[in-house]
C-alpha cells in the first residue's frame, strides 16, 4: 500500500513540489508558493491520492489519511519548527471525525500537546502495568445465578486520576495502540477466567479494527491456548458498527472465531448507532420487510420468527409494516394471521406501466388486518500524512 501511495504522489507532482515518506505510515511534502489556493489545490491532490482504493491481492482496500498545514513564514521561520507545525495540525485532522485537512493554528499547540502527552502516558502505562481490567457479574434473570462477567478496561493516571474507558480507546485508536492493546486485555481476560469456577463465561469487547484482522481467529485460538480457557467459556462482543463496517469481513471473522467454539454477542444492540435506534428517532411511518426474508419463512422457523419480531416492534411503534417478495399463498397466510399491515408481490401484483394493470390471481387479492393491539415490549487502513508548505 505504502509503495502505491508513494507512487501516486510522485505522479502528481510538479514543478518546485517534493513528497518524502519519513518512516512508517508517515509522508511529508513541501509546495514553493505565495497563492493561497494554489497551495489548497496541492493538498486536495494530495488528498485524492490518498483516497483512491488501492487493489491488494483479491481486495479492493479503503485508504485515506489525515493532513496538517504549516505555512513559512507565517506559522514558523525555520523549518524544524515548520514541520512540527504541520505534525500538530495533522494529529488535530486525526482527532476530527469531519475533516481530514487542518491548516495550523497558534491554538492547537497546547490542545494538542497535551492530548499527544497522554497518548505517551497511554502507551508507558501498557508497558509498565498500569492498566487493569475490573469485572462486571452477568446473571440468569430468573434465578439469579451468575452466567458469566464482562471484562471492562480500567486506567488510573497518576496525575490525572481515572481515565475514561471511551477515552482510553479514542488515545488508542489516535496513537496506533488499538490492536495491542486488545490483545493485552483478551491475554489478561482468559488468564482470569481460566480460574473462575466451571461455566462461568467472561465476556470480552472487540474494536473493529481488532475483529476486522485476518489474523484475529488464530489471535483468539492463541489466547485460549495460553490460558487453557475452554473455547466454550469465552465470549467476543463486537457492536453493529463493527459488522456495518465492512459486513462481509465481520462474517467471515464471525464464522471463523464461531467455528473455534467461541460464543459471540452483540454489542450495543438498540443503542445510538443501532437500526433501532433510527427507528426510535426517525419520524418513519413505514418498515418494509425485505423480500429475501419473505422467501425463507415457510422453510426457516428462526426467519419466521424475526418476520414476526419487526412486525411487534413496527406495531410497538405505531409504524405500519410492509412486507416485500409476497409470491405463495402461504406467505401471504402467515402475514395475515400476524396482522401484517400491507403486502407487496407477484401473488399480489406484477410491476406494469398503469397502476392497478397488473392483476392477481382472485385468491390472493384481499383485504389483510391491519389493526391491532399497541403492547410496548420490554425488554483501515488509514496513512498519516504530514504536508508542509
Not at 505565495?34 to 488528498?47: H, M, T
Not at 491481492?57 to 505555512?71: E, H, N, P, Q, R
Not at 406501466?353 to 392483476?359: E, I, L, Y
Not at 382472485?362 to 488509514?382: E, G, H, L, N
Request: proline fraction near 5%; charged fraction near 20%; glycine fraction near 8%.
Amino acid at each position: 500500500m505504502l509503495t502505491t501511495l508513494a507512487e501516486r504522489f510522485s505522479a502528481l507532482l510538479g514543478e518546485g513540489e517534493f513528497v518524502a515518506r519519513l518512516g512508517g505510515d508517515e509522508f511529508i511534502a513541501i509546495h514553493r508558493t505565495s497563492d493561497r489556493e494554489e497551495l489548497q489545490g496541492f493538498v486536495k491532490r494530495i488528498q485524492q491520492a490518498l483516497n483512491q482504493p488501492i487493489p491488494i491481492d483479491d481486495y479492493m482496500v479503503t485508504s485515506g489519511g489525515s493532513i496538517g498545514v504549516a505555512v513559512y513564514p507565517i506559522d514558523a521561520t525555520d523549518s524544524e519548527t515548520l514541520i512540527s507545525r504541520a505534525d500538530l495540525a495533522m494529529y488535530r485532522a486525526k482527532t476530527d471525525l469531519h475533516h481530514t485537512i487542518w491548516y495550523y493554528e497558534s491554538s492547537l499547540d497546547q490542545n494538542v500537546r497535551e492530548r499527544r502527552e497522554l497518548g505517551d502516558d497511554l502507551r508507558n502505562a501498557m508497558e509498565n502495568g498500569q492498566l487493569s481490567l475490573f469485572y462486571q457479574v452477568q446473571t440468569v434473570v430468573a434465578t439469579g445465578e451468575v452466567s458469566g462477567y464482562e471484562a471492562l478496561l480500567r486506567w488510573e493516571h497518576p496525575v490525572r486520576g481515572n481515565i475514561s474507558p471511551t477515552e482510553i480507546l479514542d488515545l488508542a485508536y489516535e496513537n496506533g495502540l488499538i490492536i495491542e492493546l486488545g490483545e493485552w486485555v483478551l491475554d489478561q481476560a482468559c488468564k482470569a477466567a481460566a480460574d473462575w469456577d466451571e461455566g462461568i463465561r467472561v465476556a470480552v469487547n472487540m474494536s473493529a479494527s481488532q475483529f476486522l484482522l485476518p489474523r484475529f481467529a488464530d489471535t483468539v485460538s492463541a489466547a485460549l491456548e495460553r490460558s487453557g480457557l475452554p473455547a466454550s467459556r469465552l465470549v467476543i462482543e463486537v457492536t453493529e458498527a463493527t459488522i456495518q463496517r465492512d459486513r462481509p469481513r465481520a462474517l467471515a471473522m464471525a464464522r471463523k472465531v464461531h467455528a473455534l467454539g467461541v460464543r459471540l454477542a452483540l454489542d450495543e444492540f438498540g443503542g445510538q448507532k443501532s437500526v433501532l435506534s433510527m427507528l426510535r428517532e426517525f419520524p418513519f411511518d413505514k418498515i418494509k420487510i425485505d423480500r429475501t426474508l419473505m422467501q425463507q419463512v415457510g422453510t426457516d422457523p428462526a426467519t419466521a420468527e424475526l418476520v414476526r419480531s419487526v412486525m411487534l416492534v413496527g406495531h410497538a411503534l405505531r409504524v405500519s409494516v410492509l412486507a416485500q417478495g409476497i409470491e405463495t399463498p402461504a406467505q401471504l397466510a402467515l402475514l395475515s394471521s400476524e396482522g401484517c399491515d400491507e403486502g407487496q408481490g407477484y401473488l399480489i401484483g406484477r410491476p406494469a406501466q398503469v397502476p392497478g394493470a397488473a392483476t392477481a390471481p382472485a385468491a390472493a387479492v384481499r383485504a389483510m388486518p391491519s389493526t391491532f393491539a399497541a403492547t410496548p415490549i420490554r425488554a483501515a487502513c488509514a496513512p498519516v500524512f504530514y504536508p508542509a508548505a
